[in-house]
């Protein structure tokens, strides 16, 4: 489905990503996982736009999304769920996801001033946040939840867009383990439901639980790519983890 | 009479002009210090349309699709400035603006343009279209905020980072917020021109763009009543009151300032709160 090739990403000299590229198959969860720095986040960037590589392609079904902005990019079929929340604040979390669900109502700008229902979006947001557990805060404003509420909020939102594929930057980190375990059981239900999950993730014993691969990287090459298990039984993806020394007395 | 005919005519032009600075600060979140430029515009291009002969109603849509059209370009800016730096850029639209229309003579230079034609309406006819059309842009901004097109300035206001990354042209939505309001500000201007019936470039300087947008700040930007009912006490108030004129920019610093301060989302959420506090109160009441 989402196929990332040959990616090199280059910031004023430093090489943040060389020669990386792998594949997301329809209807799997894959793990993007990788020590502090290791180019994971950026490797979303350019999935979604907002970072352009020196070289390579990315495309979506077939469909090459080189040189699109990032909106045509999310419009063509990716959902985005930031590693940092950003709600809109002047909206209830009910407005949040059903401004996106009227992603149709929002294509053409100036035909979207002769539209003015909103309760048809309302009612289908208002289920994403029933799948996703927050529809009892569906009326509060961003600003007064904790940060649980917020990252579901942000998987929500991007569910709203009915993507091909959901990329979820660590949608775990700040959340308790049982709040982390909750979440990823809701990211394990979406999938069964259809639906295919890119996610980046640091939390390593759920990402084992619910991916069905995964890609490693580090230093902004790709070192591990495959079934958890085999993935995390490899030698030089324990190293980056655990350190050189760990890899030298094991 | 005729005096109130007076005021009442220049507090409507006023709720025109605030209220269109309004769908560019208040709706979309773009700071624009340089809207008395494109009232300018509007003001221009009509006096100068009608001189030529050409009927009121004509040179006041092409006032409007002129200055709405150098909103556009202006609105390019937008794109690649924000904040501090896009308020810095519309500052520098309304000086390029009057340097502009100083130096050509057929714009009458220093001298500006006398004798504008009347519209034919007399003083009442004139007073009650442009009360009207204050209505109707009051009435429009309502309907534009509930509309999709106003939903989507309120995600672009609030976050344009985050509307662009679900799928939102961020570019095309500012790019319309301009046009919309410079067009409206260009009828502001044709209306004033056809009223005082002279205009010169220091009656769309710096400190013209700054009153306008001292109403839709006190007012409470995104507020059509909040900015309407700014706009109409700041701009009968002065004249009510000669003292406050002398020492109006003084008045309307303060104001902001106080504002600012202690109430920065302006009169309307000033009054929202204490509405707030009072229904509270009832029910714990009643509770």
Known sequence: MLQVNNITVIFGGVTALKGVDFNVKCGEIMGLIGPNGAGKTTLMRVITGTVIPVSGTVTLENINLDGKPPYLRIRSGIGLSQQIVHPFRSLSVLENVAFVAGHGKTKNPLMSIFRYSRDREKQKAMKILQLLGIDKVAEAKPGNLPLGYLKRLEVARALALEPKILLLDEPLAGLNQFEAKQMADKLLELNHLGQTILLIEHNLSEVIRICNRLVVVDNGTRIGLGNPREVMDDPIVRSAYLGGSHHAAS | MEYEISLLTIMGISIIGALSLNLIVGFCGQISLGHAAFIGVGAYTSAMLTKSGIPFIVAVV?????????????????????????????????????????????????????????PGLGKIGYMVLVLLLAATLALFSIYLKRSWLGFTFDTVADDEDTANLVGIDVARYKLIAFALGTAFAGLAG???????????????????????????????????WGVTSAAILLSIFPMWFQFIDNYKLLVYGGLLCVIMLFSPDGLSGLFGRIYNGIRSKKSNASG
């Open chain 2, 62 to 118: 092409a006032g409007m699709l002129l200055a709405g059209i150098l909103g556009v370009f202006v609105g390019f800016a937008s794109l690649r400035v924000r904040e501090d730096f896009l308020a810095i850029t519309t500052m520098g639209v309304v000086f390029l603006f009057m340097g502009i229309v100083r130096k050509q003579e057929f714009l009458g230079g220093e001298m500006g343009i006398a004798m504008i034609p009347d």
């Open chain 2, 190 to 224: 044709a209306l004033y021109a056809h009223n005082v019936k002279f205009i010169d470039p220091e009656s769309f300087g710096f400190i013209e763009s700054i009153t306008i947008l001292s109403m839709v700040v006190i007012g409470g930007t995104g507020s059509v």
